[in-house]
């Protein structure tokens, strides 16, 4: 690795802090205020990591020399973890919707992890322990949305995927009512399975949540595997995974139970198995986890190839050490989708044209989401979490930068996972190379970013969040261990002051929390009550005609019932409902939210007049269907 004494990190902290006033500044000045109000949320961690990599003392070398501020036993805070995990069970039970005390708890289960991990001696011990509480507290998370409400449908793509497993339960055939969903139904089979498992008794939905919580609970493990070999510290390993159950996007996609969130796993299984000895045994594995990819979700391994291409870029640009993505793994991904595209995946080819094609001739109709039209506060409110993540990530790099450039470090070479000097442990070529990626990906990871670019690229650039978010842990995981490394009890308790916001706000947020956020935005919650389905049935029973619905309730029907439904037009107005013979209305949901036909809806702005014109043949209350 070619190394001067130019300071990168002190120009990297002067581009930030600009970067951060410019971009909140210049959209104000172009009279684009929300965006301004928008970019808050990544300005302040811009300006605050800098200052906080220039605050605090520069302390020994890190690794071997880990000396935590004070010594306590785990079995004090797995103690108080217990007590506290037994009373948010207590308290799941006794509510009928998660109370914010709930988070609260949650929060306090989070620093509990924290605390052990900074507190508790360094052994094989430990770090089963740490990892067991971390899996359990994120297992809390997922499990209380997913298993504690009727039916979590997240962004309704889940709705399909329930229902292709029930088919498949219950005629032993992967035909599906969309073909686009026949080349991907490795998720569907291993759902299916594991309720046949059961003996039929558990529900397949059940079934679908139950798995997926596992799968991210073991990611937590991956986690803590990928980062110790890239830096050979069992604090950093606990810290990183820390960082990624704290991350809203993670939180999310274990609950989100669907074919591309497993890919994911997947994926951070992949990163383990390249960051391995290149043995024979564990290049086969890497064929066969490229493979799990494709066949899982083939439609997002173009982003998982422009993932492992940007590693190997970073690799090559800033360390001589052996790559973790080499042409070998490239040309297995490369290849292996070309022919599974080809052979069994027509249609993403034809889905991949559309798009290229609708981004270079036609139109967008708007660049900015709506939501930050309508409320900027809001948004920016449910991303603080994410503004605590950037924060910790770019303090990683700047440390990563930092110690890079210091002349005690040597590059690792070939093969080797870290670097030794002065009798402790240094982050390798590696490690920096990882930072490097986390930082190109932020943009195309949070959420203010990805929205525009979504909506100025028509792109689902959102999928790279399923990929991306284990880069965001390596080096919010290093910012964090640095921050720990170098301060002493003051640093302590002020990062257990930002965990305790950062946790408490990824847990009650409107993404992970629509149940009962702390801030809600102005969209539909992600689940379905038993009444609402109960009443769907009924509706399907009692009604053979079209139903003109919101797409949830639209989408569930066409699903699970088979029903013949449309989504309402809502930018016709009052006359929305006009071309429709039976309306179906989410009257519960709209107590408390908008219904989303082809736009949003509010119950001010709803046309009840056309409404009441027409009989209502069904009420139960949560729904009401007009004809």
Same mark, same amino acid.
């Given at each position: ?266 994926? &951070? #299984? ?5 960051? @391995?000895? *290149?043995?024979? $045994?564990?290049?086969? +594995? !890497? %064929? ?24 190997? &870029? #970073? ?5 001589? @050490?052996? *790559?973790?993505? $080499?042409?070998?793994? +490239? !040309? %297995? ?32 109709? @708007?660049?900015?989401?709506? $939501? ?256």
């Amino acid at each position: 690795m070619i190394r001067t004494e130019f300071d990168v990190s002190r120009l990297l902290s002067v581009v930030l802090v600009v970067a951060a006033v410019l971009g909140v500044a210049v959209p104000f000045l172009l009279g684009l205020p929300n965006l301004s109000i928008l970019g808050l949320y990544v300005a302040v961690p811009m300006i605050a990591a800098p200052l906080v990599a220039r605050g605090v003392r520069a302390g020994s070398e890190t690794g071997g020399g880990w000396s935590p501020p004070v010594r306590v036993d785990w079995r004090v805070w797995s103690t108080l973890f217990h007590l506290v995990l037994g009373a948010l069970v207590l308290v799941l039970v006794a509510t009928d919707v998660r109370p914010y005390a709930f988070y609260a708890g949650v929060s306090l289960l989070y620093l509990c992890c924290f605390l052990l991990i900074a507190t508790a001696p360094t052994g094989r011990a430990s770090r089963a322990i740490g990892l067991y509480h971390l899996a359990v507290t994120l297992l809390l998370v997922i499990y209380s949305v997913t298993l504690n409400y009727g039916l979590f449908v997240g962004h309704t793509d889940l709705t399909s995927h329930i229902s292709m497993t029930t088919t498949i339960l219950e005629t032993g055939r992967t035909s599906t009512l969309l073909p686009s969903y026949d080349s991907f139904q490795l998720w569907h089979v291993y759902t299916a399975f594991a309720s046949l498992v059961f003996g039929g008794w558990l529900a397949p939905y059940t079934a679908i949540y139950l798995l997926s919580g596992g799968l991210f609970a073991a990611g937590v493990g991956l986690t803590y595997g990928v980062a110790r070999r890239l830096y050979p510290d069992e604090k950093y390993g606990l810290l990183a995974s820390l960082v990624a159950i704290s991350f809203p996007l993670y939180l999310f996609y274990g609950m989100y139970s669907i074919p591309r969130s497993v890919a994911s796993i997947f994926f &951070l #299984a992949l990163l383990l198995a390249l960051l @391995s000895r *290149p043995t024979a $045994g564990m290049q086969l +594995l !890497t %064929v066969g986890l490229v493979a799990a990819i494709v066949v899982a979700h083939p439609v997002t391994i173009p982003f998982v190839l422009a993932i492992l291409a940007l590693v190997a &870029l #970073a690799e090559r640009t800033v360390t001589r @050490s052996e *790559p973790i993505v $080499g042409s070998y793994v +490239l !040309t %297995v991904t490369f290849l292996f989708t070309a022919l599974y595209w080809l052979y069994a995946a027509e249609f993403v080819v034809t889905r991949i044209a559309g798009t290229i094609y609708a981004v270079l001739f036609e139109p967008t109709e @708007s660049a900015v989401p709506e $939501g930050v039209i309508t409320s900027p506060w809001v948004e920016v409110a449910n991303f603080v979490p994410y503004g605590f993540a950037l924060f910790f990530v770019l303090l990683g790099f700047l440390f990563l930068l930092e110690r890079d450039r210091r002349p005690a470090y040597a590059d690792g070479g070939a093969g080797d996972d870290d670097v030794v000097h002065g009798g402790s442990w240094g982050p390798s070529g590696r490690t920096t190379a990882v930072g490097v990626v986390a930082i190109l990906l932020v943009p195309l990871v949070f959420p203010g970013p990805v929205l525009l670019l979504d909506a100025l690229a028509g792109v689902n650039v959102d999928r790279f969040g399923h990929y991306g978010f284990m880069f965001v842990a390596l080096a919010g995981g290093y910012g964090l261990y640095e921050l720990l490394q170098r301060g002493g009890l003051t640093v302590l308790l002020v990062l257990l002051l930002i965990l305790s916001l950062f946790t408490f706000t990824a847990v009650s947020s409107d993404f992970t929390a629509s149940d009962n956020p702390v801030v809600e935005r102005p969209f539909y919650t992600f689940y379905l009550s038993d009444h609402e389905r109960q009443s769907f049935a009924a509706v399907d029973d009692g009604y053979g005609g079209e139903i003109g619905t919101d797409r949830i309730a639209c989408r569930y029907m066409g699903e699970f019932h088979g029903s013949l439904c449309s989504v309402v037009d809502a930018g016709e107005g009052d006359a929305m409902f006009d071309d429709h013979d039976a309306v179906l209305v989410r009257e519960g949901e709209l107590e408390n939210r908008p219904l989303q036909f082809t736009q949003y809806v509010d119950e001010s702005d709803l046309p009840r007049d056309t409404l009441e014109e027409r009989d209502r043949v069904y009420d139960s209350g949560a729904v009401a269907v007009h004809s």
